[in-house]
């Protein structure tokens, strides 16, 4: 299996992203395989105790925000998958990347000041070398996208 | 009791009802000997009994302690004394945190008390002592304020910071100095509501069972079925249910649970989810505080001042559902662009939403649904029987564990301990700056403030209560506030006794909507928002939150002058 990897958050901002990897697919006709990560950090001042029902819901909404990528792929005649994980975003990323021996991995252009993002201007290089050397994947930056 | 209770009234009852009313020592002593005892009464200048004073029985310029006894929460002391009495007596009166009275008893008195008789002292009243502790704990109270709303420290963590805080100061410091005491454990303990405690407990297993039925999605799929998806119906719909829930369970869950479903809805029809959830979160801050259970500050307000289930729904309910009214006018007029958008969702989404919004326990479903009738009526008719709404919330979920049988270990785990951890170091810290006399200086210039004006008091109250909402945590703010109304409540002539508590859960909650970090249930939703990629700035909340909460309050306050004038 290989294919393009494609990390989504949902919202506007994902679908130049979301874009960039249908138009690759088209161009290499490989599949897209969308990948939402489930973080549920907000909750570390609120309720702690319902996080396996958090987790639950997050899923089915990450499911959701899958399927609406894929619909969009599949009205281009793309094919396309979705894959709901937990942890964080570039361990996951990567490790999806080496699952599928994914070809290409595509990456929202950084938007955030938070330098906790691992897609700000500092940490994107060294993240898209990190994919190159441990997935052995080509990384594409989608113009003007955020994950 | 009333605190004018006259020395003749307190004598007569003494001697016709004495059996009852002193201790069981004295009690023989009369029985079999002549009695020796001074009765008498201590209050703060706000006129509230304190509890614990050491009365101390002394001749006059010496210093031999003849008999010794502390006052009781009432304020009340008993003293006896001794068969052999002086030429001269005084009482010494000392408390931490009050200045010390000397109390020299009359020679009438003195007489009396040597032929075997009681006296009652008129009542004494004792000024506050602002010393080093009183500082302390006006920091430390603050510390905890300032890293809550920072959201430098989790709650909890706060709290219990700023309660160990104040034990270090208390033990470790009382061996420097004496002036740096606050309180022992043990009166600390008494700041506790366990009504409160237990009334969140019971609640909190209850809708453990509950949150797993699936009820929330579905609701929230029938909105979108009956709405046909139109957003202008969709969205009030949407934030009735959403108000309703909240009214019943706490505003974190039911948002926890909203949320997911509503940007699913909203990314199907094509829309910014935006546009659904800040009503709904808004709804479910202004709907929650129509019952007792509906918000935690509601539960510490009717603990406090004694409001009833019932009360909330008599007093506070039509108010709330005007809010509600003014609230879903401004919703959709806010979202008015939004709201004019409209696609048809594709088949492979409307699967999916249908397979999200299933009933997923529905003979679960069906049980906690019988329960939570009867739980209502409990609260409504408990009064009756003196049913205090803890015994009911715990009745409910013990009903339902019973009924159900489910992993009772997920069942407790379920349980948000982090919540009751907070709420009882809370009682403490507050309970902290009670001691040292900080909420009686603050009841005290807000009393001179207001002057007698009833109508000026609640407008006071409210509006401020919710403007300070906007940046502190409403919970120790409501528990802080709490004495500070009643003392209001006791001393503005013909206020009606319980309508500042009722400004003040409105200005709390309702404050809540002016500020992402206003509530929890907001920070909840912006949080899951984010993780859909539709992030909520702090601006953007100020800007869509503020209107509202400046229309709810002043539609909730014109109910409450028309129904309490």
New interface residues.
């Given amino acids: 299996m290989s294919g393009i990897v494609c990390a989504i958050r949902g919202g506007p901002s994902s679908q130049p992203t979301i874009q960039t990897a249908i138009d690759l697919a088209k161009s290499t006709n490989l599949t897209v395989h969308f990948l939402y990560v489930v973080n549920i950090n907000f909750l570390s001042h609120t309720s702690s105790s319902r996080v396996d029902l958090v987790y639950h819901e997050m899923d089915r909404m990450g499911e959701f925000i899958l399927l609406v990528a894929q619909d969009k792929a599949q009205a281009q005649g793309v094919p396309s998958d979705g894959t709901v994980r937990h942890g964080k975003v570039g361990d996951e990323i990567v490790a999806l990347g080496r699952e599928i021996k994914a070809e290409y991995v595509v990456l929202g252009q950084p938007q955030s000041a938070d330098d906790k993002d691992i897609f700000t201007h500092d940490h994107l290089q060294k993240f898209k070398e990190r994919i190159e050397k441990e997935c052995n994947a080509k990384v594409v930056l989608a113009e003007g996208a955020h994950p | 009791m009333n605190r004018f209770w006259g020395c003749s009234s307190l004598l007569f009852l003494l001697c016709i009802g004495g059996s009852t009313l002193l201790p069981p020592a004295i009690t023989r002593a009369a029985e079999s000997s002549p009695q020796r005892v001074i009765i008498g009464t201590i209050y703060d200048s706000q006129g509230n009994p304190i509890e614990g004073v050491s009365v101390i029985a002394h001749a006059s310029q010496a210093s031999n302690t003849l008999a010794e006894a502390e006052t009781q929460s009432n304020g009340i002391f008993s003293l006896e004394l001794p068969e052999e009495l002086p030429p001269n007596l005084s009482l010494t009166i000392e408390r931490a945190h009050f200045k010390s009275e000397e109390v020299p008893i009359q020679t009438s008195d003195l007489s009396t008390l040597k032929n075997g008789g009681i006296i009652a002292l008129p009542e004494i009243i004792l000024d506050r002592h602002i010393g080093i502790a009183f500082w302390v704990a006006t920091v430390i109270f603050i510390i905890m304020l300032v890293l809550i709303a920072s ?1 430098k420290f ?2 909890t963590l706060a709290a219990l910071l700023g309660v160990t805080l104040v034990f270090v100061v208390s033990y470790l410091g009382r061996s420097v100095s004496e002036s740096l005491y606050i309180y022992d454990f043990k009166r600390a303990l008494t700041y506790v509501d366990w009504n409160v405690i237990f009334l969140i407990l019971g609640m ?1 297993i209850y809708i453990a069972m509950v ?2 039925t699936g009820i929330f999605q579905w609701t929230a799929l029938w909105a979108y079925r009956i709405s046909r998806g139109r957003l202008w119906l969709l969205m009030p719909v949407l934030m009735l249910f959403t108000g309703i829930a909240s009214a019943f369970l706490d505003n ?2 039911t948002m ?2 909203m949320t ?2 509503t ?2 809805i909203s ?2 029809m094509g829309i910014n989810p935006m546009s659904l959830l800040i009503p709904e979160v808004m709804a479910s801050n202004v709907i929650g505080i129509s019952t007792l259970i509906g918000t935690p500050t509601n539960i510490l307000i009717g603990s406090y001042a004694h409001i009833s289930f019932s009360d909330f729904l008599k007093n506070l309910t039509p108010g709330v559902l005007l809010a509600f009214l003014g609230l879903i006018i401004y919703s959709e007029f806010t979202y008015r662009r939004e709201l004019k958008k409209s696609s048809n969702i ?1 088949t ?2 409307l699967e ?2 249908t397979e ?1 919004g299933r009933i997923t326990e529905p003979q679960h479903l069906k049980k906690a649904g019988w329960v939570g009738l009867g739980m209502i009526i409990l609260f409504v008719l408990g009064e009756k029987i003196h049913l205090v709404p803890a015994v009911t919330a715990l009745l409910g979920a013990t009903t339902l564990l019973v009924w159900i049988k489910p992993d009772l270990e997920e069942m407790i ?7 009751l951890v907070f709420f009882l170091a809370l009682f403490m810290v507050v309970g902290a700056i009670q001691e040292v006399g900080l909420v009686s200086i603050i009841a005290g210039l807000i009393r001179k403030l207001i002057g007698e004006n009833k109508i000026l008091a609640m407008f006071v109250v409210i509006w401020a209560s919710a403007s300070l909402s906007i940046v502190i945590a409403n919970i120790p703010f409501t528990a802080a506030m709490l004495p500070v109304i009643g003392y209001l409540t006791k001393t503005i002539p013909s206020v009606h006794t319980k309508v500042l508590f009722y400004c003040l859960s409105v200005g709390s909650a309702f404050g809540g909507n002016g500020s992402l970090i206003g509530a ?1 249930a907001n ?2 939703t ?3 928002a ?6 909520v700035t702090y601006m953007y909340f100020l800007k869509k939150g503020l209107p509202a909460l400046i229309i709810t309050v002043a539609l909730a306050n014109i109910w409450l002058l028309l129904h309490f004038f």
């Fill in positions: 959201e989790h709650n909190m949150e797993k974190v869950t926890l649970l997911p479903i940007v699913q990314l199907a594709s492979t989404l999916k939403l999200h785990a379920a349980v948000d301990w982090t919540t929890s920070m909840v912006a949080g899951i984010d993780r859909a990629g539709y992030p």
